[in-house]
Each structure stands twice: as C-alpha cells, then as structure tokens.
C-alpha cells in the first residue's frame, strides 16, 4: 500500500515539475502592437473579422443533431428485436418517439422552426 502512495506522490510531483517546466520556458515577455492586430492585406482593419451569427440557424442545426441521433439510436432495437418481448420493445420505441414528437411540437409552438419572422 505504501509503494503504491509513493509512487503516485513521485508522479505528481513530476507532473507538477514538467507543468512548471512547460509553463516557464513557453512565456512571451513582448507583446508587440503590430504582431497582436489583424493583418488585413497591410492596412489597419475597418471592422471586425468576426460575421454575425444566426441564432436560428443554430437552433435548426441542433434540431436536425437530435433527429439524426435519434435515427443511431433506433437502429438498434430492430437487432434487439428478436432478442427482446415484441410488447416491451414496442413501448420502448413509441415512448421514445413520443418524447422526440412532443419535443418538435414544442419547437414548432414556439416558432423555433419559421425562417420568415
């Protein structure tokens, strides 16, 4: 029990050095104005790199990772079906689906899915 303590401290005591170590020799001391801008084809830039993002094309895009997990996810209980009772393996496929529907009903209550607003 003892070797095993003391190995472990040994080892976090040299991840603790080489983090150290690491953290030292990688440290910039000048912080230069020119290297710290945007380089914009050599003049200064006039506004910010960054585009406006869409947020419903964020929330569509969310949509369709859930749905598309949700197709991996059913796959399966049809390899399963033999292997299962035919009622149980039912329920667990319509209460899934239901928990999905009711879901996407939600969203398209609240207007989540009109592109037009």
Known sequence: MFAV??????????TCVVMSLATLL????????????????????????????????????????????????????VLVLSYTPVNWWFYVAIAFLVILLVGLYHEWSQGALNWAH
């Open 26 to 77: 990688s440290k910039k001391d000048i912080n230069d104005r020119e290297k710290s801008t945007p380089f914009e084809c050599g003049f200064d830039p006039s506004s910010s790199a960054r585009l406006p993002f869409s947020l419903r094309f964020f929330l569509i895009a969310v949509i369709f990772l859930i749905f598309d997990v949700e197709i991996a996810l059913l796959l399966p209980l």
């Open 5 to 14: 303590f003391s190995m472990a401290v040994i080892l976090f005591l040299i």
